[in-house]
DNA sequence: AACTTATATGCAACTTAGTCGCAATGGCAA
DNA sequence: TTGCCATTGCGACTAAGTTGCATATAAGTT
């Protein structure tokens, strides 16, 4: 979808800071904080955090904490897990797990913590 | 295991401080943060800090970041994953998984998010 | 194109978990 | 009992994220 499209359906103004965070998030593969991209974007940092909730509370984007206290985003399309590296601390996007179930819990978001592919050769 | 013996394995100082902490983490049923227990200690903070680092680094803890910004400490015995409420923001230990595999991987910590047993109900 | 107004922005001050340097304390071995 | 080195408390600091407020701007209306 355009970047226009997305934010009208949602009833929020196209700035031009809305304009440049969902094409950096479109164009990343993977999950992204503040820390990483703050030299590439043109905006105060409340900025950035006050979109970033607003399209997560409007259902744009997914978000969760990594083990460096700091806080990954990411476009919510379809659901799939995380994997978080302790040791080269990249986290990659896991797309071809089955989903796990819990007998009477609801599960919406999992993450694995250990050693990546590259890291375990 | 007693306190004592713990400490003494791995060559450090049983300081009044350590006792303190083993006693309740071992009396916890559950991953505790600083803020869960700091009107229950009789330590600084920096101190509090100071030990559970090294208690990690002697894999007598293990920790991990929650959702609120907090690390969770809790006794290092047989690995489980965690469960963490986005309701009530409970961490359940879930003890009765079978471990997942993922090849090429090692998996060293596996944390799930969404709605918990009681909150589901 | 100018007018209007609610929404969004930048800035600076603030909050809070956790860290660090340093001087004082205290476990423990000799 | 002594002495040394790890450990402690304290206060200052760091860094991610938040908030209040005055200004700017998107977008609908005339």
């Known amino acids: 979808m355009q970047t226009k499209n997305i934010i009208e359906e949602k009833n929020l103004k196209l700035t031009s800071a809305r304009k440049e965070l969902l094409e950096l998030f479109g164009f990343e593969k993977k999950p992204i904080s503040f820390e990483d991209i703050k030299h590439k974007i ?6 950035f955090y006050r979109n970033v909730s607003k399209f997560e509370s409007e259902s744009i984007l997914n978000s969760f904490e990594s083990n460096d206290k700091k806080r990954y985003y990411e476009i919510q399309d379809f659901p799939h897990a995380h994997f978080i590296c302790n040791n080269c601390n990249n986290i990659e996007c896991l797309e071809n797990m089955e989903p796990i179930k819990l007998e009477g ?17």
């Open 105 to 121: 819990y609801k599960i919406f978001d999992m993450i694995f913590k250990g050693i990546c592919k590259s890291c375990n050769k």
């Open 42 to 47: 043109n905006m105060d940092k409340a900025t």
